[in-house]
Nanobody
Framework: QVQLVESGGGLVQAGGSLRLSCAAS????????MGWFRQAPGKEREYVAA????????SYADSVKGRFTISRDNAKNTVCLQMNSLKPEDTAVYYC????????????????WGQGTQVTVSS
């Protein structure tokens, strides 16, 4: 069982930055690939980024590539999403998730989810 708690969301102007954090419980954190997803009102859940258990490989959606950076600290059981050059279209609830099936963009492959944190980017 893994419990995930996100933090760091908020309101920021376009062009600004935010850093999301996700704290995980449990002693097997490094066994899970971790992903970030987002969901805007009236839209489907969207893949943002993912990182393998060791942290040695990352993947990004095209819409955030070059602006967002995912990282993890297995000693602290945390995964972070650094978001730079934010755009109004980045506004959404952001969720972190853990997958025992390896790195994947498919939200159905993730076993555990956090409660989400709101990110709002004003124009």
């Amino acid at each position: 069982q893994v419990q995930l708690v996100e933090s760091g969301g908020g309101l920021v102007q376009a062009g600004g930055s935010l850093r999301l954090s996700c704290a995980a419980s449990g002693r097997t954190f490094s066994r899970y690939a971790m992903g970030w997803f987002r969901q805007a009102p009236g839209k489907e859940r969207e893949y943002v980024a993912a990182i393998i258990g060791s942290g040695g490989y990352t993947s990004y959606a095209d819409s955030v590539k070059g602006r967002f950076t995912i990282s993890r600290d297995n000693a602290k059981n945390t995964v972070c999403l650094q978001m730079n050059s934010l755009k109004p279209e980045d506004t959404a609830v952001y969720y972190c998730a853990a997958s025992s099936r390896g790195i994947t963009r498919d939200w159905n492959e993730y076993d555990y989810w956090g409660q989400g944190t709101q990110v709002t980017v004003s124009s």
